[in-house]
């Protein structure tokens, strides 16, 4: 028995939350992974109550009526709309204990560059959708231990993790950060560079979903061995009729640039500001991508040419900072240790 089950006492009911701008996983000790969905909620606008919430909710976004209105609570990884996210995770919560008297302790994993003020917003909204307790760990971090590298080693360790709001960049070494960049620019911004290519080069008017598909299906980082091409369907703006087109990985890839770039600067510009024997260390080891938005096509490749080092997607992508956060509940009393001395070196730093 590990020192986490003795401490909380009833092990299996504490969770991980991955709570993302695009989708939310939940880990609960013992059992792992026990929940995937998008962070999409229908709320009726009229009374407030709520319709659906996950891979329900999704399908309805562009497709309600002037009643029901489908949100994302979550923008560029922190929340946007308070009330609507306690609502989502106490669904959540529900769901995987099936018993809306328990109370468990969570994990939460936050952007590195977040505030003091959305911290306190994340935490508030665990414990007002029924948490015991609820504490941080940085994405960043949660990442690079569900991709096995060495955080506890004297060594230094780079993750990139590229969600749907944040991308988050982050040299590693000791249990500790020691320098981080986080942008945000994700997969909700390839999105929309998508959406604004398909208006302003076609005519056409397209949802976020069918620019997300059209991303998956075409959308690359770097040049193709054969160039692809796909069909959409949208509404013309001319005419304002249905109409279909045909777009090509070229002009997807074009579309795409600028976020690539930018994820790409920011990497560039960690690498800058890292001390020179923990480069080295970066050198030898490479960088590892995770998240939902290092599945782009050639990603990978772009970040070797561009870094010129070594670059590898880690083995599950879209579920690694989850299980990384879900294997920190192992040392849950290291991370209240941490919280708590975080909050006395600013005490301590704001009465010098």
């Known amino acids: 028995m590990g ?3 003795k401490l909380t006492g009833f092990g299996g009911r504490d969770m991980a939350v991955d709570l993302g701008t695009a989708n939310t996983l939940v880990y609960v000790r013992g059992r792992g992974i026990v929940l995937s969905e998008p962070s999409v909620v229908a709320v009726d606008t009229q009374t407030g109550d709520v319709h659906a919430v996950g891979v329900e909710a999704k399908r309805m976004l562009g497709r309600t009526p002037g009643s029901i209105r489908a949100i994302r609570p979550l923008k560029d990884g ?3 709309d308070f009330d609507v996210t306690e609502e989502m995770l106490r669904h959540f919560i529900q769901r995987v204990h099936q018993n809306r008297f328990a109370h468990p302790r969570v994990v939460v994993c936050v952007p590195s560059g977040v505030t003091g003020v959305e911290k306190r917003a994340v935490e508030e909204a665990c414990l007002s959708a029924g948490a015991r307790q609820a504490y941080l760990i940085e994405e960043p971090m949660a990442a690079a231990i569900g991709a096995g590298l060495p955080v506890a080693d004297p060594t230094g360790s780079m993750i990139l993790d590229v969600g749907g709001g944040t991308s988050e960049v982050a040299v590693i070494s000791l249990g500790g950060i020691v ?10 911004e390839m999105d929309e560079a998508v959406v604004a290519h398909c208006k302003h080069e076609h005519k056409l008017a ?14 690359s980082a770097i040049n193709l061995p054969e160039e692809i091409t796909t069909e959409i369907r949208g509404r013309d703006l001319v005419s304002g009729l249905p109409n279909t087109i045909l777009l090509t990985s070229t002009e997807i890839r074009a579309a795409l640039e600028e976020p690539v770039s930018q994820i790409v600067a920011a990497v560039k510009d960690t690498l800058d500001r890292t001390p020179p024997e923990l480069a080295g260390d970066v050198m030898d080891r490479g960088i590892t991508l995770a998240g939902g938005g290092a599945l782009l096509q050639g990603m990978d490749e772009r970040m070797r040419q561009e870094c010129q080092m070594p670059c590898q997607l880690t083995e599950s992508p879209l579920t690694c900072v989850a299980v990384g956060s879900g294997r920190s509940l192992e040392e849950f009393e290291v991370i209240h240790r941490m919280n708590r001395n975080t909050t006395r070196r600013r005490t301590l730093g704001a009465q010098v």
């Open 78 to 80: 922190v929340i946007a």
């Open 179 to 188: 320098v981080s960049e986080s942008i945000r620019i994700g997969g909700d």
């Open 206 to 219: 397209i949802g976020q979903q069918t620019a997300e598909e059209v991303k998956l299906e075409i959308g």
């Open 3 to 5: 020192i986490f089950s």
